[in-house]
């Protein structure tokens, strides 16, 4: 017995490393009795594989974690991941112990129907980059780099999102290069910023403070490329920022912080970069210039409109700007002139750069449309300037204020867009603080007892880490029990309100509440790995996802702005030649104008008003708000498609009652078995359970305390002896 306790101990002190799960841990698969270390690292280290099955009949997260949990219990797992959203399950396992058919089993065995899935682990490697583009204004925009990115080679799928001014690109590494995709969304002339490459899973950026010399910092990048599973290094030094890629496996961000403070004989000190979403950044920057560019338009706009509209009506101010300066030229002109050239060529240059960017990849877009008709008013006012000044019988009307107005007022839309997009991203903010901040971390000696303690960033959590999750908090992370017995509250993730009992060997999920009872897990899934960010993504997905409608209206637009030129040129024509030749009444005519004028005025607003950005903003929009809304309340919605065909919906079937629920268990009714007040019984049934933080104790302590409705303060008899019994009652 001794020898076999040994046997035992010398396997896991020393060969079970690259097997995360420590055997001690009953739930956990061990390797087949009777297997030496010398075989056991051998045939470890040649035989690893990995499978992909397609596993049907899953309904929930929970039915997720009995297939996990049933796969781990096989001898030679290195991890299983099962994706209950996309009914798949990844197994990577040691073949000298396990094979394909015999995890198939054990998921037919556990209720559900499984098969091996061999084309997806065969074909290329995809991977997914994610694309921050500055500078799109309509749907033009966006479908113009999307069909430059779908031309390139490697390139499988391309998605731009005009709401988001994001792009996702399914591409093949081999082929092309992140950079290359950065390269070609540039040549298009807009302004990309990478926000994942797809290459690295895990990512962290550290602020470090101490370093004084390039010779330092390239100490601490030797030093952190020496450990194992980092894969990338990028330093920052006017930002003092190190950020780097890594195989969350094989380390964490502890180890770098370890790593470069140790470096600098604690001269050096790291801390997790302050964290910001870029995104958020990014539109609130937006935001405040598009606001800044409105009020400075308004500052000229406001005196062009009362000079032109206002003052003329006030006989002291009339006759002050009628006042001629030279010949027909008057001192109400070049005020207007004057405060409008701001407006039009500093305030404006937006438009005439987003103008010659689309034009110079031979596409038209809302810029041009706004470039064309502000200039057609401004220029046609500056030629009546000159030509009243060069003129002593000439009189025309300049169009100065329609010029500076338009472009205030687009201006204010543009700015009352960004506010709209902003809000559309709060509800995955709402989802992304799920997550707690901070968790007890806890350090084990060789017999599994607790040696310390420490709290720490639940950013800063590694792989295999041991962490305590006291009543009342959030689980950190994605695990499984190893000791302590608790009710935990998962209707984030099942929408199921009754609280589930967790044991020794339950998978819990991140984000979820621990209602009572301490618990102590390990950590399997960190970062982008856990289900809460799986989510995110998932939602992110949608939003990017484009309905049928909206692709719809993104053909239309791709014909729009062209079209628009050539209705407005249309309408100026009809009028011009219907006033040429007397084709209406010329009281239509107001005095100050001619018929080209009456004409220019009509083309030009045919030109303006005729905006694209709703075509390609309104069903994006509808979208993001109803997926973020939706997953703010538990429903995952797989994108704009569902949600536009949701209206032919007539019927809904639900697996399960328990999740139509309020969220928590109330008293409906009471049976007496014996003469007694209902108020008595309920003060005393109250005096205990207010003691315990069981669900259904919380239930009965507030329906007691509506006998007491009356009184200001809630007392009940003191309870002596009490105990609480753990229980299922699931």
Not at 481 to 507: A, C, F, W, Y
Request: glycine share 6%.
């Amino acid at each position: 017995m001794a020898a076999k306790f040994l046997s035992l101990s010398c396997i896991r002190n020393e060969s079970w490393t690259d097997l995360s799960p420590r055997p001690h841990y009953p739930s956990m698969p061990k390797y087949p009795k009777g297997l030496l270390h010398s075989e056991t690292n051998d045939e470890i280290q040649g035989s690893k594989s990995k499978a992909l099955f397609s596993v049907f009949g899953m309904t929930c997260s929970a039915c997720a974690g009995s297939v996990e949990k049933a796969i781990k219990r096989l001898p030679g797992i290195r991890e299983a991941i099962v994706d209950v959203l996309n009914n798949r399950a990844q197994v990577l396992f040691y073949r000298s112990f396990v094979n394909e058919e015999t995890i198939r089993e054990t998921i037919e065995d556990a209720g559900f129907q499984a098969t091996l899935v061999k084309d997806e682990l065969t074909k290329g490697f995809m991977q997914i980059c994610q694309i921050r583009i500055k500078g799109m204004t309509c749907t033009t925009c966006s479908m113009t780099v999307e069909s430059v990115l779908r031309g390139i080679s490697g390139v499988r799928k391309a998605q731009v999102a005009l709401a988001t001014e994001e792009a996702e690109i399914h591409y093949d590494p081999k082929m092309v290069s992140y950079n290359e995709l950065l390269e070609a969304v540039n040549d298009t002339g807009f302004e990309p910023t990478l926000i994942s490459s797809g290459e690295d899973r895990s990512k962290v950026q550290l602020k470090v403070v101490g370093i004084k010399t390039d010779h330092s910092w390239r100490i601490v990048e030797n030093s952190l490329q020496a450990l194992p599973g980092v894969k990338d290094i990028e330093i920052d030094v006017a930002l003092q920022k190190i950020s780097l890629a890594y195989n969350p496996d094989m380390t964490g961000p502890r180890n770098f912080i370890q790593v470069i403070e140790s470096t600098g004989s604690s001269h050096f000190k790291a801390t997790l970069y302050p964290e910001g979403s870029s995104r958020e950044s990014h539109r609130e920057e937006q935001i405040k210039q598009y606001y800044r560019s409105f009020l400075w338009s308004l500052v000229f706009t406001i005196p062009v409109f009362l000079t032109s509209m206002v003052f003329m009506y006030i006989p002291g101010l009339e006759h002050g700007l009628e006042t001629k300066v030279v010949n027909m030229l008057s001192v109400g002109a070049i005020l207007r002139w004057a405060l409008s050239s701001p407006v039009q060529f500093i305030i404006g240059w937006r438009f005439y750069t987003g103008s010659y960017k689309a034009l110079r990849h031979g596409s038209a877009n809302m810029d041009v449309l706004i470039a064309l008709g502000t200039n057609a008013a401004y220029f046609y006012s500056v030629y009546t300037v000159l030509r009243t000044a060069t003129s002593k019988t000439f009189k025309g009307t300049d169009f100065f204020e329609t010029s500076s107005m338009l472009i205030s007022f687009i201006l204010l839309g543009k700015y009352l867009e960004v506010l709209a997009k902003g809000k559309t991203s709060e509800a995955i903010c709402k989802l992304m603080d799920l997550a707690p901040e901070t968790a007890t971390l806890l350090t084990l000696n060789d017999e599994g007892n607790v040696v310390s303690e420490e709290e720490i960033d639940s950013r800063l959590i590694q792989k295999s880490d041991i962490l305590k999750v006291i009543p009342g908090a959030k689980v950190a992370c994605d695990g499984f029990v190893i000791l302590g017995q608790s009710h935990v509250n998962e209707s984030m993730i099942t929408g199921e309100s009754k609280p589930v009992i967790k044991r020794k060997g339950d998978m819990v999920i991140g984000g979820t509440m621990n209602e009572n009872g301490v618990l102590h897990i390990q950590a399997t899934r960190v970062g982008s790995e856990s289900a809460l960010s799986q989510i995110v993504h998932l939602v992110e997905s949608a939003q990017m996802a484009k309905a049928p409608v909206q692709k719809l209206a993104d053909r239309i637009s791709k014909y729009f702005v062209p079209l628009v030129i050539v209705l407005s040129f249309s309408t100026w024509l009809a009028w011009f030649l219907a006033g040429k030749y007397n084709g209406y009444p010329e009281s239509w005519i107001p005095s100050s104008m001619d018929s080209f004028e009456l004409a220019l005025q009509f083309g030009i607003s045919v030109m303006v008003i005729a905006c694209p950005c709703a075509l390609g903003l309104a069903t994006p929009t509808a979208v993001m708000v109803g997926t973020g809304i939706g997953a703010s309340q538990g429903v995952l919605i797989k994108g704009g498609q569902a949600l536009e065909s949701a209206h032919k919906v007539n019927c809904i079937v639900f697996d399960k009652t328990g999740t139509l629920t309020v969220g928590k268990p109330v008293v409906v009714n009471t049976r007496l078995l014996k003469n007694m007040v209902l108020q008595e019984l309920y003060e005393l049934v109250a005096a205990v359970e207010v003691n315990s933080e069981h669900p259904l104790a919380k239930a009965i302590v507030e329906y007691a305390k509506k006998f007491k409705e009356d009184e200001e303060t809630y007392g009940w008899p003191e309870a002596r002896d009490f105990v609480a019994i753990y229980w299922s009652w699931c």
